[in-house]
């Protein structure tokens, strides 16, 4: 593709540039199986247990091992080939969600947890290799559009699997759910066979992993340290995270009370919700905000959107009318999600890249848990009733952004006047 022509649309970028056509297709696939998978998971935990912290548990076992696997799965992302290492990652957790099929007593649930923890800490590779690898089969002017057709495609995903995954849980039973995702892990690894994925030729002699994995995670992390302009679009999704984490987790047990007989079903209508509205928020910020300097602004003011979301949540019957409510608090976390990543792509060399979102992905998980943590022991203990915790998280995201923003739009102005943000 001439780097010369201007930004094309997402329809174009999609038909005429294979290698993100076929990443993409890979990335569909995989999503949908995912989110069958999710839906059905928590469903299964509220079956066997009836406790929150249990499924805090798990929604804390999909983020805590992701977390901690992720300075170590830069390293690998940065030494290794991107495209063997996705097919690898898909291949693995393709045999491991089979696992699920053996849990049907309370007394096997710790397999839940085992099992969840090994496919994220394998997808844990998977993700900072995708996005690493967008730069490089898309040109610099069309990251905004590519990235934007990512996470569309992640809500669009969420909508479809987690509303299509609650009625296929109650309809086929959980077990055909989690065969679908295995099958959707192999699918996605046979799009990625087929494309090409260019990189920059390193020539120079590594030496063994098991020697040098400490010294170059030091590296990615000295060089986001370096960079205060890197660093601040690295940071900026564990601040949204603080409370964000633990209203996501919440949502599903909204979703519970909402239909206590049919828990799947009422839990995916929510997740659709959310997901529908991480579709919108990306696409409305690229339509409305085409200069890069205002985008610290948007991200900043999209945490606190997400709170008054959810703080109309609490404030809202426990109906599926919160799905309104619940669709804008996740309109604006989506357009954070895009603008922060694809700023992070620009900002970051090649070489470091994959370390920079792994490292970006321990923030945001670490923090995720520590958040889903606060607010699964709050209910457990009976501290305070699930919508006095859904406000109180709300009210939490509002002051988290209204700070990081005054912290992060002075910075980002000066970096800019004195040209400290690097580029790619």
């Known amino acids: 593709m001439n780097p010369a022509l201007p930004a094309i649309g997402y329809v174009e970028l999609i038909r005429e540039n294979s290698a993100f056509r076929k ?11 995912d989110w069958f998978n999710t839906i059905a998971l928590y469903a299964l935990i509220l079956n066997l247990t009836g406790s929150e912290f249990a499924l805090g548990a798990v929604f804390i076992t999909k983020m805590l091992p992701a977390a901690l696997a992720s300075p170590l799965a830069g390293v690998l992302v940065d030494r290794f080939d ?3 290492t996705m097919i690898v990652s898909d291949v693995l957790r393709a045999v491991i969600v089979l696992g699920f099929l053996v849990v049907d007593e309370p007394n096997e649930v710790f397999l839940i947890y085992v099992l969840t923890a090994a496919q994220v800490v394998i997808g844990s590779v998977f993700r900072p290799a995708q996005n690493a690898s967008i730069p490089n089969v898309t040109r610099k002017i069309d990251l905004v559009t590519a990235n934007t057709i990512m996470a569309a495609t992640w809500s669009v995903m969420l909508a479809m699997g987690a509303a299509l995954g609650g009625f296929a849980a109650e309809v086929f039973g959980l077990k055909a759910v989690f065969v679908l995702d295995s099958l959707s892990y192999l699918l996605s690894a046979w799009f990625i066979y087929r494309t090409a994925i260019p990189s ?7 030496p063994p992993l098991f020697r040098s994995a400490h010294r170059e995670i030091k590296e990615g992390w000295n060089y986001i340290q370096a960079h205060p302009a890197i660093r601040r679009m690295a940071t900026v999704k564990a601040f949204w995270a603080v409370a964000g984490g633990g209203l996501v987790y919440m949502l599903a047990l909204v979703g519970g009370q909402v239909n206590p007989l049919h828990q799947a079903a009422s839990i995916g209508v929510l997740f659709a919700a959310r997901g529908i509205g991480t579709a919108i928020g990306p696409i409305a910020a690229r339509h409305f905000f085409t200069d890069e300097r205002s985008w610290v602004m948007v991200l900043g003011s999209s945490i606190v959107l997400t709170g008054v979301g959810y703080i109309a949540v609490g404030l809202a019957p426990f109906t599926l009318i919160v799905a309104i409510p619940v669709l804008l608090a996740h309109a604006a976390g989506g357009s954070s999600w895009v603008l922060s990543t694809v700023l992070l792509q620009k900002r970051s060399h090649d070489r470091f890249r994959g370390r920079v979102f792994a490292n970006e992905w321990l923030f945001v998980m670490g923090t995720e848990t520590a958040s889903i943590l606060v607010a699964s022991l709050v209910l457990e203990m009976g501290l305070l009733s699930l919508r006095n915790t859904v406000l109180g998280f709300g009210m939490t995201s509002v002051v988290i952004g ?23």
């Open 82 to 84: 991107r495209r063997k």
């Open 200 to 206: 920059p030729i390193d020539h120079a002699p590594k």
């Open 23 to 33: 990443l993409w297709l890979g990335n569909v696939v995989s999503l949908f199986g």
């Open 402 to 424: 209204l700070f990081w923003l005054m912290r992060a739009v002075p910075s980002e102005k000066n970096d800019y006047l004195t040209g400290n943000v690097p580029e790619s």
